[in-house]
């Protein structure tokens, strides 16, 4: 009775796993193979915006020599001048402080001429966006 009670056991156990497969009659739909299409883009080319109008405080220049710094040094002892800094320059030093702008208006045009090239020579900008 144990080897049949066994038997039947073992063919049951064993059995379902082989019979699920002759019941299932759902279909098992196909899977069709993805299509992966690469489009090479250039990236946009970056235009950095320009910097904002210089807009410089007027500057008023006075020029000292011995005839009106004794005058001024004799009003302020009179308590008729307000108490002001002057600052001199040499000749050498004007001229350099002249250098020095004529080459950084040189530097900022240079820079602008080069923005101005990217900008011309960008195929993805529009037209009536240029400056």
């Known amino acids: 009775m144990k080897k049949i009670y066994l038997i039947s056991l073992i063919l049951f156990t064993t059995g379902c796993s082989s019979l699920g497969s002759m019941f299932n009659t759902v279909a098992v739909p196909t899977v069709k193979p993805i299509e992966v299409i690469t489009i090479e883009k250039p990236a ?3 235009h950095p915006p320009l910097p904002g109008n210089i807009d410089p405080a007027e500057v008023k220049w006075k020029i000292l020599n ?5 005058e001024y040094v004799n009003n302020y002892d009179n308590g008729d001048a307000p108490a002001m800094a002057y600052y001199g320059l040499t000749a050498q030093g004007y001229e350099n402080l002249s250098n020095n702008i004529a080459d950084i208006k040189r530097y900022i045009r240079q820079n602008l001429a080069i923005i101005k090239y990217y900008r ?3 195929p993805t900008i529009e037209e009536d966006n240029n400056e």
């Open 44 to 46: 946009p080319m970056y």
């Open 66 to 70: 011995p005839e009106t710094m004794r």
């Open 120 to 122: 011309d020579n960008d």
